[in-house]
């Protein structure tokens, strides 16, 4: 073990002096927090009375930390990190000193929960807005390069840290995630011209190998095509060509069969694109596992960084991705690092099923205008800031199918429940509305008697339990149509009712039909008009009364005419007038009677 003094230098804020501490570990790993630890002398007096201890411990809680590791090559490796729990302690009865424990700053992206959406943005812009909201020199923006390019439509961060949010994210779409121990690092490694000779700067040197199953068999749906999207793969096509990789890759036949034919679900590929891409992200990952490399380096070692590995005539081109960091007395180094290859695919932790998971909730309709036609809504989620809006997403109906189906959707301002396909918050859709404090039916009863379907503009139907009625009203509340309980059913409109019938029309009453007309009443048959009176035929004309008959008109009756005139009666023939009696026929006047003719008059 090397034990030059420069190698390990410590800088506490706060603490103008030389840091003097023993037993130093300083743990990092890929896609989480750091942790160190040592103790410190802070003081070189050889006496340390207990309220100089207690004045220690309230002075640096909180301060920074920063970590300085000089390779013999002169090659600086630097981190830092916040105190976060200081120990006393005591030898023999006396304060000696503090054990220290800190945490890195990635802490400051752990602090709280959030929920916010991200719309249409690709994951660098989404990456650097989250880090920005970090201290002023958290991270670089030209280390935030991810591989993953397309844009993604709707991203919710829900109920989650920034940093739990960007771990997810990173093993979602198979993106390095780390910090470097300074600044964070997305997307890429970073490279460097360290070689470890095993036997002298590289000391315990292991290589472990794995065999289990890479294959992957996915299926899932697409509403936007209506279609089963499926894809598989037995292995990774574009993994590591790491040799040890290679021949775990080859070797899968002995710990999986060949089938392909029935996988596994996710609701997290909206098409096939998608789904492929998952796919080959997650044999890539399954890849990346194949082998690690461990070993002990007198070498400082970063997190993410690359390096080659020299055994004898066989090179490892590997990158960090644990390391621990130890310098048991004050000066000296070693460290102790887990690796894997460094053309791997994707990395170790990738994991495409990774998604936030979320529970049914409320939330407020902000759109319904759906470009696509499919009674989808847009949303605002009740969350404490940020953006809360949502993408279109689907609602739930008792019925739907081509051209048919139950087709109503909420109006905007209207509070609906969202649940979530899966339970992933990427995949909400809407199960039904709500009424609130604020918004109310108005219909509600002791006895739960009415049953309405009320639209915006006010046109309702109604079902009435008390009464039994079912009432059909208009937007202007005026009652088109009522079926009463006790068996009637009312039509009332305010201005016209029209019946239309492309064949025939039959009304039939048990007993009486009557038509009231305040003004008039127009009949029309193209054809024919037959009237059938079963007992008497009663008309009454409050003015004239007119017939008018283009051909013959034939009056049978079987009982006695009676024609009655308070005035005058006319009978006008332009030909033959005939009168036939098979008894009698009378003409009779109180005053004169005149047969009157141009020519001839007779009378047998």
């Not at 909180?62 to 590791?69: P, S």
């Not at 308070?566 to 030909?575: C, L, M, R, V, Y």
Request: charged share 20%; aromatic share 8%; net charge negative.
């Amino acid at each position: 073990m090397s034990n030059f003094a420069q190698q390990v230098h410590l800088d506490i804020s706060g603490f103008a002096h030389n840091v003097v501490y023993y037993d130093l570990k300083l743990e990092q790993k890929m896609a989480d927090h750091h942790h160190f630890s040592f103790v410190w002398q802070y003081t070189a007096s050889p006496i340390i009375e207990p309220s100089a201890q207690a004045q220690a411990i309230s002075d640096y809680h909180g301060n920074e930390v920063i970590f300085t590791f000089t390779g013999l090559d002169g090659n600086k490796l630097m981190a830092k990190g916040v105190i976060n729990t200081l120990k006393s302690v005591d030898l023999h009865g006396c304060p000696a000193g503090l054990h220290v424990t800190g945490i890195s700053h990635t802490i400051f992206l752990d602090d709280m929960k959030r929920s916010r959406t991200f719309m249409e943005q690709d994951l660098e812009t989404i990456v650097k807005k989250v880090l920005a909201e970090g201290p002023t020199d958290f991270f670089n923006r030209d280390a935030i390069v991810p591989t993953y390019d397309p844009n993604l439509d709707y991203m919710p961060q829900f109920n989650e840290t920034n940093f739990k949010f960007l771990k997810r994210l990173a093993k979602r779409y198979g993106q390095w995630f780390y910090s470097d121990g300074m600044r964070m690092q997305f997307g890429q490694l970073k490279p460097s011209k360290i070689k470890l000779i095993n036997g002298g700067s590289l000391h315990h040197f292991k290589i472990e190998t794995s065999i289990f199953s890479h294959k992957e068999s996915l299926g899932g749906y697409d509403y936007n095509s209506a279609s089963q999207i499926k894809n598989s793969s037995l292995k990774t096509t574009t993994g590591s060509g790491d040799r040890f990789a290679t021949i775990v890759g080859y070797r899968q036949g002995a710990v999986r069969q060949p089938d392909l034919e029935v996988g596994a679900y996710t609701a997290q590929a909206p098409d096939s694109s998608t789904l492929a891409e998952m796919v080959k992200l997650q044999t890539n990952g399954k890849d990346a596992k194949s082998v690690i490399y461990s070993g002990l380096s007198y070498l400082p070692l970063g997190i993410g960084q690359k390096f080659t590995i020299e055994n004898k005539t066989v090179e490892h081109n590997l990158v960090v991705i644990e390391v621990t960091h130890n310098s048991e007395v004050h000066g000296n180094y070693s460290c102790n690092f887990r690796a894997i290859p460094s053309d791997v695919g994707a990395p170790h932790y990738t994991n495409v099923h990774a998604y936030a998971k979320a529970k049914s909730q409320s939330a407020k309709v902000i759109d319904n205008n759906d470009p696509e036609g499919m009674g989808r809504v847009k949303v605002e989620f009740h969350w404490a800031g940020g953006n809360m809006k949502s993408d279109w997403m689907r609602q739930l109906q008792p019925y739907a199918g081509e051209g048919r189906g139950f087709y109503m959707t909420p109006e905007i301002g209207d509070e609906v429940l969202v649940d979530f396909v899966g339970g992933s918050a990427e995949r909400p859709y809407v199960v039904g509305s709500h009424y609130n404090g604020k918004n109310k039916s108005g219909y509600d009863t002791a006895k739960n008697d009415m049953k309405v379907i009320h639209t915006r503009s006010g046109n309702r139907i109604i079902s009435n339990d008390d009464t039994g009625d079912i009432t059909i009203e208009s937007q202007k509340g005026k009652t088109i149509a009522v079926v009463h309980g006790d068996g009637n059913i009312r039509f009332k409109a305010p201005k016209n009712i029209e019946f239309e019938a492309g064949e025939d029309i039959v009304f039939s009453a048990g007993k009486d039909i009557r038509t009231t007309a305040v003004m008039n009443i127009v009949e029309s048959a193209g054809v024919d008009k037959s009237t059938t009176v079963g007992a008497i035929l009663h008309t009454t004309v409050g003015g004239d009364s007119m017939l008018n008959v283009t051909g013959k008109l034939h009056e049978i009756i079987e009982g006695d005419v009676h024609s009655e005139s308070k005035q005058g009666h006319t009978t006008i023939s332009e030909k033959k007038v005939s009168n036939h009696s098979e008894d009698n026929h009378e003409f009779h006047s109180k005053t004169e009677l005149k047969n009157n003719s141009a020519e001839k008059t007779k009378q047998n």
